[in-house]
């Protein structure tokens, strides 16, 4: 059974010790823990944000192992269900290319981490070597939140990442299957798909702008048009009242943003919007709010 998270321990424990394993290992200092497991005894971690291994990177990796062997060790854990077998905290790239290698050991270094720890250990490990592309990274953020709690502030402190560039890559998330795709192999850019984030026809422009080679800024202008050609353009609002106009106004200027109010068509219900302007201004209501 796999080892229930420890909600008590902050984020970012296990990467001090994680970092000083992986410290020595680059810098050839002496190793401890470290030994030889058989590589089939050796087993992916199922929750490891990296999906996406380039095919020429990792090929370039297995000839430098089969010349050289694997210098920096995998840092891995005793299975949580599979007997006198081990799950890859950090290093699944050097298995793989191990295998391609035809090793039939690899270097290990045994730790004794939790649930929390192994998925965040992967995490920062694939993050603080540029590893990962965006929809990898904001899959990673979004899997310590969602299954262990952790807020984006904490993942801001811990990380060493600001709170709008993990809000950012989270958004990105909201992304329509396709388009993801298209991050994830690199003919989208993280900035290209900001722009898309919420569009409702945001897999037809993709292929516009692939297709047209747009930059980002063309990309912004060319999400604020139009949704599609040849739809019928949305009815003009009505023209509002005096008092609506006014409360819009002193909201706008107490809250510092664009604040605009819709009245139902029928009731007394209705809508009130905010308009930030970036995630900093969004922050600053957030705070605004909770007082």
């Known amino acids: 059974m796999a ?41 992916p971690n199922p929750d490891q944000p990296r999906r996406a291994f380039e095919e020429t990177a990792l090929e370039d990796l297995a000839n430098s192992i089969a010349e050289k062997g694997i210098i920096q060790p995998l840092i891995v854990r005793v ?9 890859i905290v950090a290093g699944e790239r050097r298995w793989r290319a191990a295998q391609r290698a035809k090793l039939h050991e690899v ?36 899997q310590l939140m969602d299954k262990f709690g952790h807020t984006q502030e904490q993942l801001s402190t811990a990380l060493g990442k600001s709170r709008s ?22 003919d989208l850019s993280a900035g290209h798909a900001r722009a898309l984030v919420g569009h409702p026809n945001a897999s037809i422009l993709a292929q516009e702008i692939l297709r047209k080679g747009l930059s980002v800024r063309e990309t912004e202008r060319l999400a604020k048009k139009d949704p599609t050609p040849g739809t019928v353009p949305a009815a003009k609002p009505k023209s509002k009242d005096a008092d609506t106009l006014q409360i819009e106004g002193e909201l706008s200027a107490t809250l510092g943003m664009k604040c605009t109010i819709d009245h139902a068509a029928s009731g007394e219900g209705g809508k009130l919007v905010l308009h930030y302007r970036d995630l900093d201004q969004l922050d600053d209501l957030l705070r605004t709010l909770a007082g």
């Open 107 to 142: 270097p290990v270094i045994v730790r004794n981490f939790d649930d929390t720890e192994v998925l965040e250990v992967a995490i920062i490990e694939n993050i603080q070597r540029a590893d990962l592309n965006p929809v990898d990274e904001a899959t990673g953020y979004r």
């Open 3 to 43: 080892q229930r998270p420890n909600k008590s321990r902050g984020l970012g424990r296990g990467l001090s010790a994680l970092m000083s394993d992986v410290g020595d290992a680059q810098q050839n200092a002496p190793r401890r823990a470290e030994t030889h497991i058989p590589v089939e005894k050796v087993h």
């Open 165 to 186: 560039h993990i809000a950012n890559l989270l958004r990105l998330l909201n992304l329509p299957a396709d388009v993801q795709q298209f991050l994830t192999k690199g």
């Open 79 to 87: 299975h949580p269900s599979l007997p006198d077998a081990y799950e």
